[in-house]
């Protein structure tokens, strides 16, 4: 029997969308929601791990759906919801803390990175986050989950927890272990102040990212300023891997103009960082800035937006609550 395809994402409402997250994540939500059921959600939960302002956070929810809508999702297809207004969410990941080990989190590189030097000071949540992960995913018995490569463990760990549920319960394929959906080319876009660390919300220069919401002007600026050698562009794609600023900066290239890298490469190698900015920035500047202009207009009526998680709200309720009594019955919880 082949088993009912299902999506599964997740975005934090922590602040502006880059292009980190347009390329790998956002892009690919819209395009999987032409083949397939799909369910994306605003994961408020996950963002209060570390603290955030409550009147900002409620902005930001409503920023990040109309990033999702801007980007192409459609709210009739797929079903847009905030993970908050779904307990099932977190009822199924105090389960499943039950079922994770504390040996496997403590592998989890992404706590070790954002929890930094002082580990004793980091919330509980932080810590315990890739379970709310797993009970997200689980939550729905979704069998594919589109993610960038920084969320590779994390997916790893969903696996091997719904693979312990099933043991444990005997219920075996009970929980269907989730595929990650990885973009091939540019799984990770990488800061533009410095080609080893990913491009993220949390990095203090606001010129290390473009945001989905950047002027053109912007665009033009920060591009301009991306880290580059004072070398020209290199002539082979080894050469280029040893330049990880030049790398990203042609990745992304490459991945906005769906071409081929080797095809990008000839175009530019041999030539001066300013023309690879020049040709990169009008690219973007076309991709992006529509998106933003979108975003915006979208914030203008934000009764729209509610009235998009609420509807979001009561289909995914419907699914959590029908799979969260089969999963108290496995459980023994009466
Ligand atoms: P978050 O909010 O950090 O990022 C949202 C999505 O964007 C991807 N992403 C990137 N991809 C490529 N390059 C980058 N520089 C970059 N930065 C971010 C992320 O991989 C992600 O796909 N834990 C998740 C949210 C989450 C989730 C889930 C995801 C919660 N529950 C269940 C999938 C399924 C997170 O913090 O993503």
């Not at 395009?31 to 994306?40: A, H, T, V």
Request: proline share 4%; net charge positive.
């Amino acid at each position: 029997m082949t088993k009912k395809k299902l999506v599964f994402s997740g975005v934090q409402p922590t602040g502006n969308l880059h292009l980190g997250n347009y390329l790998g994540a956002l892009k690919n939500f819209v395009s999987l929601q032409k083949e397939m059921n799909c369910i994306y959600c605003v994961v408020d939960l996950h963002a209060i791990t570390t603290f955030q302002n409550p009147t900002e956070l409620q902005k930001n929810v409503l920023e990040t759906v109309a990033s999702f809508i801007a980007t192409g999702l459609n709210p009739d297809k797929s079903i847009l919801f905030n993970q908050s207004s779904v307990s099932g969410h977190a009822e199924l990941a105090w389960i499943l803390n039950c079922v994770s080990r504390i040996g496997w989190l403590n592998r989890m590189t992404q706590f070790k990175d954002k929890a930094g030097s002082d580990k004793e000071k980091a919330s509980v949540g932080l810590y315990i986050y890739p379970n709310l992960m797993a009970a997200d995913i689980l939550l729905y018995k979704a069998t594919h989950v589109p993610v960038g490569a920084d969320q590779k463990q994390h997916l790893e760990l969903s696996r091997d927890i719904a693979q312990k549920f099933n043991n444990d319960f005997n219920c075996k394929d009970f929980f269907p272990l989730p595929d990650p959906l990885i973009p091939k080319n540019v799984s990770r876009v990488m800061s533009l102040r410095d080609g080893t660390k990913k491009m993220s919300k949390s990095e203090e220069s606001d010129y290390s990212r473009i945001n989905l919401r950047d002027s053109s002007d912007e665009i033009s600026k920060k591009i301009k300023k991306a880290k580059t050698n004072s070398e020209q562009i290199p002539v082979s794609l080894n050469e280029l891997e040893k330049r990880p600023e030049a790398l990203n900066l042609i990745n992304i290239y490459t991945e906005i103009s769906k071409t081929k890298i080797e095809k990008v490469l000839n175009e530019m190698s041999g030539k001066e960082y300013s023309f690879l900015k020049m040709k990169l920035t009008e690219l973007l500047i076309s991709e992006i800035t529509p998106v933003g202009k979108e975003i915006e207009k979208l914030l203008k009526d934000k009764s729209h937006l509610e009235q998009i998680l609420k509807k979001g709200k009561e289909k995914a309720n419907i699914i959590a609550e029908e799979n969260l009594k089969n999963i108290r019955e496995k459980v023994g919880l009466i």
